[in-house]
């Protein structure tokens, strides 16, 4: 298991990219959008781990009631594992509150899923590995 990236929720995905691309020099992907969880990203990669920025894309979304509920700012943190049902499963068996059951594609052609932050310290976190 490593550190796989930082998610943070951002209210200008323009203005996040010209500060870590133009200003910071590290190198950023192109724009992908997850239309199921109405939001688009974009991946920074700062050596060895990345930096994911989060926009929402429809005011219902998770990432946009994130925004108005705590403004801008750090929303998850994310491990890479090699198998996350194998992992979600262990986790359940520990006692550990899942926000996924089972994983579900995520960015990046990865399977991701989610444990609810009351089991991890008040932080949300997910677990990916990449789907093959």
Same mark, same amino acid.
């Given at each position: 298991?490593?550190?796989?990236?930082?998610?943070?929720?951002?209210?200008?995905?323009?203005?996040?990219?010209?500060?870590? =691309?133009?200003?910071?020099?590290?190198?950023?992907?192109?724009?992908? *959008?997850?239309?199921? #969880?109405? !939001?688009?990203?974009?991946?920074?990669?700062?050596?060895?781990?990345?930096? *994911? !920025?989060?926009?929402?894309?429809?005011?219902?979304? &998770?990432?946009?009631?994130? !925004?108005?509920? #705590?403004?801008?700012?750090?929303?998850?943190?994310?491990? #890479?594992?090699?198998?996350?049902? /194998?992992?979600? &499963?262990?986790?359940? &068996?520990? =006692?550990?509150?899942?926000?996924?059951? /089972?994983? #579900?594609?995520? &960015?990046?052609?990865?399977?991701?899923?989610?444990?609810?932050?009351?089991?991890?310290?008040?932080? !949300?976190?997910?677990?990916?590995?990449?789907?093959?």
């Amino acid at each position: 298991m490593k550190l796989d990236h930082i998610g943070i929720a951002v209210k200008d995905l323009d203005e996040a990219k010209k500060f870590y =691309g133009e200003i910071l020099g590290f190198p950023i992907s192109e724009p992908e *959008e997850l239309p199921d #969880r109405q !939001l688009k990203l974009i991946m920074v990669d700062v050596g060895g781990a990345n930096v *994911e !920025l989060l926009v929402p894309t429809h005011p219902d979304s &998770a990432i946009a009631k994130f !925004l108005d509920k #705590r403004g801008p700012g750090i929303h998850h943190i994310c491990y #890479r594992v090699d198998d996350v049902n /194998e992992k979600l &499963a262990k986790l359940k &068996a520990a =006692g550990m509150k899942l926000i996924d059951q /089972e994983a #579900r594609p995520g &960015a990046h052609n990865t399977l991701v899923a989610f444990i609810h932050p009351s089991s991890v310290g008040g932080v !949300l976190t997910e677990i990916c590995q990449d789907a093959g």
